[in-house]
């Protein structure tokens, strides 16, 4: 296998930018560090699981170094997921180790997404750890609802974890998945509820990833479809916003917030994609569409690592295809047998 022609800037050894056969940069790393979460949200997960052995789950020091290689490689975001990152044991270790890159300025945020559910506990830790901004997923601020959706969950839990987090001066964005039918009622409520407390709110297509006993071609709400809804009733701004991911921005001029719209499906998001993604157990999925995976876990255990992590890296990324596959339709749901928890989506 061969090894990568290392740059030397400054204190710290860089290697050549990542950048796909399309030309696009990999500057984002969206970094799984548990398939297990505390919820069973009927979007994401069956209602009975069986999770991975944590035999065959990377260890924090591992899961670090092959952040480092994706920081070499010129990645500047790394936002940590799951299943639920909270429920990964000294997840916070993982946190610090991270740290120094954001004071080096090797790395421009250090975030993550989360249900919620534990915020109340670590939100100050993380606040010192250098996270500033996180990702709640809060889809019905009905309590009846969103123990269905997520199958036993407590609203009131993910309350007061957002109230610890703005309380620590952690930036909070609330995403919510948009399925038809009760949510298309409630939608307004959750940008009051947002924007009354200077959060964004991001509305995400339910996306065909795994079997989770919820028929989706039944649930699924173009973006499209409801953001002409949304017009009708409130006055939609468009603006440039960017955050690092696919998310589309509009002001919502009547609260003065941001509101953002994820669509894989409704509308082509692939042809700026900046980001890859890797499983708990040290799979490299170049898209999230994509059933394709590479396998860095032997190469991070074995003689001269980061080289040859890096030389799997890249030819991964030569790989990369140009878009995802997804479609749902009343007649049809093309999909990845993947579940969202697999990735954290």
Same mark, same amino acid.
């Given at each position: 296998?061969?090894?990568?022609?290392?740059?030397?800037?400054?204190?710290?050894?860089?290697?050549?930018?990542?950048?796909?056969?399309?030309?696009?940069?990999?500057?984002?790393?969206?970094?799984?560090?548990?398939?297990?979460?505390?919820?069973?949200?009927?979007?994401?997960?069956?209602?009975?699981?069986?999770?991975?052995?944590?035999?065959?789950?990377?260890?924090?020091?591992?899961?670090?170094?092959?952040?480092?290689?994706?920081?070499?490689?010129?990645?500047?975001?790394?936002?940590?997921?799951?299943?639920?990152?909270?429920?990964?044991?000294?997840?916070?270790?993982?946190?610090?180790?991270?740290?120094?890159?954001?004071?080096?300025?090797?790395?421009?945020?250090?975030?993550?997404?989360?249900?919620?559910t534990l915020l109340s506990r670590y939100s100050e830790a993380?606040?010192?750890?250098?996270?500033?901004?996180?990702?709640?997923?809060?889809?019905?601020?009905?309590?009846?609802?969103?123990?269905?959706?997520?199958?036993?969950?407590?609203?009131?839990?993910?309350?007061?974890?957002?109230?610890?987090?703005?309380?620590?001066?952690?930036?909070?964005?609330?995403?919510?998945?948009?399925?038809?039918?009760?949510?298309?009622?409630?939608?307004?409520?959750?940008?009051?509820?947002?924007?009354?407390?200077?959060?964004?709110?991001?509305?995400?297509?339910?996306?065909?990833?795994?079997?989770?006993?919820?028929?989706?071609?039944?649930?699924?709400?173009?973006?499209?479809?409801?953001?002409?809804?949304?017009?009708?009733?409130?006055?939609?701004? /468009?603006?440039?916003?960017?955050?690092?991911?696919?998310?589309?921005? +509009? $002001? !919502?001029?009547? #609260? &003065? *917030?941001?509101?953002?719209?994820?669509? /894989?499906?409704?509308?082509?998001?692939?042809?700026?994609?900046?980001? +890859? $993604? !890797?499983?708990? #157990? &040290? *799979?490299?999925?170049?898209?999230?569409?994509?059933?394709?995976?590479?396998?860095?876990?032997?190469?991070?255990?074995?003689?001269?690592?980061?080289?040859?992590?890096?030389?799997?890296?890249?030819?991964?990324?030569?790989?990369?295809?140009?878009?995802?596959?997804?479609?749902?339709?009343?007649?049809?749901v093309s999909g990845i047998a993947r579940h969202m928890s697999?990735?954290?989506?």
């Amino acid at each position: 296998m061969r090894h990568e022609r290392h740059i030397a800037t400054g204190t710290e050894t860089t290697l050549p930018p990542l950048v796909d056969q399309f030309g696009r940069q990999v500057t984002y790393l969206r970094l799984s560090v548990t398939d297990r979460c505390d919820l069973r949200c009927t979007y994401c997960m069956a209602e009975h699981m069986t999770f991975l052995p944590r035999q065959d789950v990377l260890s924090l020091e591992e899961l670090y170094r092959l952040a480092r290689v994706f920081i070499r490689g010129g990645v500047r975001k790394i936002r940590l997921t799951g299943g639920e990152p909270l429920v990964r044991k000294n997840i916070l270790q993982l946190f610090s180790l991270l740290a120094p890159h954001l004071d080096g300025g090797e790395l421009d945020e250090v975030t993550l997404t989360t249900n919620g559910t534990l915020l109340s506990r670590y939100s100050e830790a993380l606040f010192a750890t250098g996270v500033r901004r996180v990702n709640v997923s809060l889809d019905s601020l009905d309590a009846g609802r969103y123990a269905r959706i997520t199958r036993w969950g407590r609203l009131d839990s993910v309350l007061k974890g957002i109230d610890a987090a703005l309380s620590a001066g952690l930036k909070v964005k609330l995403n919510a998945v948009a399925m038809r039918g009760d949510f298309e009622s409630e939608v307004d409520d959750l940008i009051g509820f947002a924007h009354g407390r200077g959060m964004d709110l991001t509305l995400i297509e339910e996306m065909p990833l795994g079997q989770t006993g919820h028929d989706r071609s039944q649930s699924f709400l173009p973006l499209d479809h409801l953001r002409r809804s949304l017009a009708g009733r409130w006055t939609l701004v /468009p603006i440039d916003d960017r955050t690092g991911g696919p998310a589309r921005y +509009v $002001r !919502v001029a009547e #609260t &003065g *917030g941001r509101l953002g719209f994820i669509t /894989p499906l409704s509308c082509d998001f692939c042809a700026n994609c900046n980001r +890859v $993604r !890797v499983s708990c #157990t &040290g *799979g490299l999925f170049t898209c999230m569409g994509s059933e394709g995976t590479v396998g860095l876990r032997q190469a991070l255990r074995g003689e001269d690592p980061e080289a040859n992590v890096g030389s799997l890296i890249r030819d991964a990324l030569g790989r990369k295809p140009k878009g995802h596959s997804f479609e749902i339709s009343r007649q049809a749901v093309s999909g990845i047998a993947r579940h969202m928890s697999v990735l954290g989506g």
